[in-house]
């Protein structure tokens, strides 16, 4: 309801041209595969990353690549082109003593990088190389842009597909198995904190709160974390050994599969043409919607889908995807149809879903932890029945 029908109906073309177009001609030509979970235990690295779902993962990865590419050279045309205009710099609402000093966050930015560096090697046995990790804290950088432009535009951030990126640059330069979950994983978590970031920094420059409270409240936050997070893996660790039901960490195989992949040179079979055509539509696209004249830009914006969206809608399963899509179109017929109350309430009762959500999510992760069985769409959960 909160994104808007032109990024929901991009995300859903996303997934009709991912799980109902190529996903059934991959699998029809024998480029990728259905595994059964009895199959998926005997699976080798190649089969398991051949399945339709991570074949549509490489298309959408590089329509995600190309389209962050150009439109992070576009803009970067843009802010030269302002700068040689002279045009006046944006005024900051917050008074001079709220804002964060330079070098508080230019200090603790070179001491965490240094942190990692000398840190990580260590905490494999030096297994990793340290120059590895410097590049993946580059890469780190980079795609960081690419996961705040995503989360702006789509209410998502692809973590786990920007981690992958970093694998696939690693990979080139001759990384093993250790070394490039390592790097994705540095990807990963700097994309997620940059998006976390936007997020609460957006929303306080909306309530004009002050930056330099926000620091504060930000860096309190990450320190108490530590102990929290320490505490949440162990109590799940205590009571079910991680990779094993009901916790199998699907994502961390598919990651640990991945990496096997790449090491071993097995990309899936025939996707690279497609990440190819895939690649030069979604860098067109930033280029065709920056060359439309001013006047024309918003019949063309319904014409064109959003690149970053119409890749997520292939990269996410179609059961995240359908409800965004229904709740875009509620929102738009109550917008039509009765406006003031549309204006008093969309917000409060999207919110509402969100907070709903989250909050039952909790609680269900916490039944399946001690075993108690939950409802899954009107069926008991397989993992918690099958014990009972």
């Not at 996707?271 to 830009?297: D, R, S, T, W, Y």
Request: overall charge positive.
């Amino acid at each position: 309801m909160i994104m808007g029908l032109h990024t929901n109906v991009s995300m859903l073309l996303g997934a009709i041209t991912g799980w109902a177009i190529l996903g059934p001609i991959s699998v029809n030509n024998g480029w990728s595969k259905f595994l059964s979970k009895t199959e998926m235990d005997t699976a080798t690295s190649i089969q398991k990353a051949s399945q339709p779902s991570n074949w549509i993962l490489w298309i959408a990865l590089s329509i995600l690549i190309c389209e962050a590419i150009t439109g992070l050279l576009i803009l970067v045309i843009k802010v030269v082109h302002s700068l040689a205009k002279r045009r006046p710099a944006a005024h900051d609402p917050a008074l001079p003593h709220q804002l964060v000093p330079t070098w508080a966050w230019v200090s603790g930015l070179v001491a965490s990088c240094i942190l990692c560096v000398v840190l990580i090697p260590s905490i494999f046995n030096w297994k990793v190389l340290w120059y590895l990790v410097v590049f993946s804290l580059f890469l780190s950088f980079i795609v960081s842009i690419l996961a705040v432009k995503s989360l702006g535009e789509t209410d998502l951030n692809p973590v786990s597909g920007v981690g992958k990126i970093s694998q696939i640059l690693v990979a080139f330069l001759g990384a093993d198995i250790l070394t490039s979950l390592v790097s994705g994983a540095i990807a990963e978590a700097g994309a997620s904190q940059a998006g976390d970031l936007m997020q609460d920094l957006k929303t306080a420059h909306i309530l004009k709160a002050s930056p330099r409270a926000m620091f504060i409240g930000q860096m309190v936050g990450s320190i108490s974390s530590i102990f929290f997070s320490v505490f949440a893996y162990k109590m799940y660790s205590t009571i079910h050994t991680i990779g094993t039901p009901p916790f199998t960490a699907p994502t961390a195989n598919l990651w640990l599969d991945t990496a096997r992949a790449l090491r071993h040179k097995e990309i899936p079979h025939s996707v690279i043409p497609f990440c190819i055509a895939f690649g030069i539509i979604g860098g067109l696209l930033p280029i065709i919607e920056a060359l439309v004249p001013v006047k024309h830009k918003k019949k063309i914006h319904w014409i064109l889908p959003n690149g970053i969206a119409f890749a997520i809608g292939m990269y996410i399963t179609p059961n995240w995807t359908i409800p965004r899509f229904i709740g875009a179109l509620i929102n738009v017929i109550w917008k039509k149809g009765w406006k003031q109350s549309h204006l008093n309430y969309m917000i409060i009762v999207a919110s509402g879903f969100v907070l709903g959500e989250g909050m039952l999510s909790i609680l269900t992760a916490g039944f399946k932890a001690f075993g108690i069985p939950v409802w899954d769409i009107g069926c008991v959960s397989q993992q918690s029945s099958s014990g009972h």
